[in-house]
């Protein structure tokens, strides 16, 4: 079945440095979504992006359908950035395969 | 709009002791997931509904776990006899009937099995 791996597992930025975290998945998709996870909260969808490249506010997801790959850039990082970002794929169907998930930790 | 709604929050049990966790999803959204989140990893499907109907529940260990949607609107999750491996947080989800459709996720109900 499908397998996500996302890169770096963990990552601690000073505020204001980028992000850029990685999210390499086994088989073709038709559906990528990353999201966002608060320590002990609930997992919120950031941005849906199947292919091509997506912006919304400081966030920008590129992904190359084709690679199996795909990237979510947060420029400027804030405090309230720390938490886990997950990468999700689905293939025809409503079930979605999730990564373990980058773990940042954005430091004042 | 009100959104996912999970309960209880918290659960902890011995082991051998049966649990049962509830959601009801936004209204309106025919599909209904559960998802099993271990700590430090990603959500791992359960099983899942449209409407009433399970779709797909390989994921759900048969001899313990149970789930059901009766109206295709709230659904029940049930462990008949929890292990300490079943320690981990239960999220349910929902989202409209297309494969692109976003999922809406609820708080969770965190378990710990002792």
């Known amino acids: 079945g499908q397998q996500v791996q996302q890169s770096p597992a963990s990552l601690v930025l000073q505020e204001g440095e980028n992000a850029e975290l990685q999210c390499n998945f086994s088989?073709?998709?038709?559906?990528l979504q990353w999201f966002y996870q608060s320590p002990g909260g609930s997992l919120v969808s950031l941005l849906s992006?199947?292919?091509g490249t997506k912006h919304t506010g400081r966030l920008t997801s590129t992904t190359v359908t084709k690679e199996r790959r795909s990237s979510l850039h947060i420029s400027s990082s804030q405090t309230t950035d720390s938490g886990t970002y997950l990468c999700?794929?689905?293939?025809?169907?409503?079930?979605?395969?999730f990564g373990t998930g980058t773990r940042l930790q954005v430091l004042p | 709009e009100a959104g996912v709604t999970q309960s209880p929050r918290y659960a902890v049990l011995q082991e051998g002791q049966a649990v049962s966790f509830w959601c009801d999803p936004i209204?309106?959204?025919?599909?209904l997931y559960w998802y099993q989140q271990p700590r430090d990893q990603g959500p791992q499907l359960l099983v899942y509904?449209?409407?009433?109907?399970?779709?797909?529940n390989s994921q759900l260990p048969s001899d313990r776990f149970s789930a059901v949607r009766p109206k295709g609107t709230n659904s029940t999750l049930k462990i008949q006899s929890a292990k300490q491996g079943d320690t981990a947080t239960y999220l349910c989800?929902?989202?409209?009937?297309?494969?692109?459709?976003?999922?809406?996720f609820g708080p969770g109900t965190r378990l710990l099995v002792l």
């Open positions: 992006n199947p292919s």
């Open positions: 209204s309106g959204h025919d599909t």
């Open positions: 999700a794929t689905s293939s025809n169907t409503n079930k979605v395969v």
């Open positions: 989800a929902s989202s409209g009937l297309g494969v692109q459709d976003t999922q809406y």
């Open positions: 509904f449209r409407d009433e109907a399970v779709i797909d």
């Open positions: 088989s073709t998709a038709t559906q």
